[in-house]
């Protein structure tokens, strides 16, 4: 079992709503870990989306949201947009395992 | 603004070496902890290694332990990863990623990244 585990895609149409769920496995993480997700465009370096859970950095869309409850968090898109077409990332902090990223999702407009 | 500039990759054959460069502006670099993310072609992101601000402290990913060593020099704004006895499945986009702490650690900033092949 993935330590991060998220969908491999999801998909929506312009303006919609989208959500891309990253599941933690605390088996092993404590119970009270951290989220942060990234934006990867095509061809581009990664981009940080989301800190600490639910933080935008500067610059980023309020479009963007994020959430965590329990060992899920969620990243949601609203008003989509195709230049949201990218891989989505999630990560976490571990002090044994370090920097901890999930598979990646894929989002198609 | 922060602006990190990768340099040094190429093609090189299993069992050879490669040195990468960071060179850092726009912020104190040695005010920061920095890091190597690299990502494999049509794969996801996988971190190579971590240096904390003074050197003190140096951690790497249990695939490439042994083999790759991260280094920084503080006075030219420049981080390195030397990169031996490479495999195959090395072969990827290496970032430079500086680190940030919030409640936990997380990279608010990456280079364009430099690509490393590695094959006969």
């Known amino acids: 079992q993935s330590v991060l585990t998220q969908p491999p895609s999801v998909s929506g149409a312009p303006g919609q709503r989208v959500t891309i769920s990253c599941d933690v496995n605390i088996s092993y993480f404590g119970p009270v870990i951290d989220i942060h997700w990234y934006q990867q465009l095509p061809g581009a370096a990664p981009k940080l989306l989301i800190y600490s859970n639910t933080n935008r950095p500067s610059g980023i869309p309020d479009r963007f949201s994020a959430s965590k409850s329990g060992s899920s968090a969620s990243l949601a898109i609203t008003g989509l947009q195709a230049e949201d077409e990218a891989d989505y990332y999630c990560q976490s902090y571990d002090i044994s395992l370090n920097y901890v990223f999930g598979p990646g999702t894929t989002v198609t407009v | 603004e922060v602006h990190l500039v990768e340099s040094g990759g190429g093609l090189v054959q299993p069992g050879g070496s490669l040195r990468l460069s960071c060179a850092a502006s726009?912020?104190?670099?040695?005010?920061?902890?920095m890091n190597w993310v690299r990502q494999a072609p049509g794969k996801g992101l996988e971190w190579v290694s971590y240096i904390s601000s003074s050197s003190s402290t140096i951690h790497y990913g249990d695939s490439v332990k042994g083999r790759f060593t991260i280094s920084r020099d503080n006075a030219n704004d420049s981080l390195y990863l030397q990169m031996n006895s490479l495999r195959a499945e090395d072969s990827a986009v290496y970032y430079c990623a500086r680190g940030r702490y919030g409640r936990s650690w997380y990279i608010d900033s990456w280079g364009q990244g430099t690509l490393v092949t590695v094959s006969s």
């Open positions: 726009g912020f104190t670099f040695s005010g920061y902890n």
